[in-house]
């Protein structure tokens, strides 16, 4: 008998805490897929912004190529410290989120992708985070996480506990 009585007191305390957590649901997953994505992204911006243009060297897709690289840098550079800055506060979360997306995957096309490949193995080659040997098979990795991770943001939007919230509330209450 005392063992039924522990179970039943366990499982209730499991239903309590997936209570808890569902309540907190809408709230801490996105703050923190907007905290990490805004450092990551306000990081790379502040490096851009204090370094120098290596854009120059760069061939852009279509019809990124149509831009100069000075123009390119800027706006890369700007998206990224505002976007960051946006994506703290969870203002204007899904432009910026879709903002940041299309950088990254202008990005990947760029820079990341692998400079030549014939079959799915030399694709796969470059799924990793950093190109040291030089191969040629990019590095594309980490910015296809940033994309999965923007993928939550982008469809659900910023989460309870941000200005779009909060902007949506009022705006429902008048």
Same mark, same amino acid.
């Given at each position: 008998?005392?063992?039924?009585?522990?179970?039943?007191?366990?499982?209730?305390?499991?239903?309590?805490?997936?209570?808890?957590?569902?309540?907190?649901?809408?709230?801490?997953?996105?703050?923190?897929?907007?905290?990490?994505?805004?450092?990551?992204?306000?990081?790379?911006?502040?490096?851009?912004?204090?370094? #120098?243009?290596?854009?120059?060297?760069?061939?852009?897709?279509?019809?990124?190529?149509?831009?100069?690289?000075?123009?390119?840098?800027?706006?890369?550079? /700007?998206?990224?410290?505002?976007?960051?800055?946006?994506?703290?506060? !969870?203002?204007? #979360?899904?432009?910026?989120?879709?903002?940041?997306?299309?950088?990254?995957?202008?990005?990947?096309? #760029?820079?990341? /992708?692998?400079?030549?490949?014939?079959?799915?193995?030399?694709?796969? #080659?470059?799924?990793?985070?950093?190109?040291?040997?030089?191969? !040629?098979? !990019?590095?594309?990795?980490?910015?296809?996480?940033?994309?999965?991770?923007?993928?939550?943001?982008?469809?659900?939007?910023?989460?309870? /506990?941000?200005?779009?919230?909060?902007?949506?509330?009022?705006?429902?209450?008048?």
């Amino acid at each position: 008998m005392p063992n039924n009585r522990l179970i039943v007191f366990g499982l209730k305390q499991y239903q309590v805490t997936i209570h808890q957590l569902n309540a907190l649901s809408d709230a801490v997953p996105p703050l923190l897929l907007r905290l990490i994505l805004a450092w990551e992204f306000g990081e790379a911006g502040i490096e851009k912004l204090h370094g #120098t243009n290596w854009f120059a060297d760069l061939s852009f897709p279509f019809p990124f190529n149509l831009l100069p690289a000075e123009i390119s840098w800027g706006i890369a550079t /700007w998206f990224e410290i505002i976007g960051a800055l946006a994506l703290v506060f !969870g203002l204007a #979360t899904r432009f910026f989120t879709f903002s940041l997306m299309m950088l990254t995957i202008v990005a990947i096309a #760029t820079v990341h /992708w692998p400079e030549h490949w014939n079959n799915l193995s030399q694709l796969l #080659t470059g799924y990793r985070i950093i190109d040291e040997s030089g191969d !040629g098979f !990019g590095n594309y990795k980490l910015p296809l996480i940033y994309l999965v991770m923007f993928s939550p943001l982008l469809f659900a939007g910023a989460g309870r /506990w941000s200005v779009d919230c909060w902007i949506q509330k009022k705006l429902n209450s008048v």
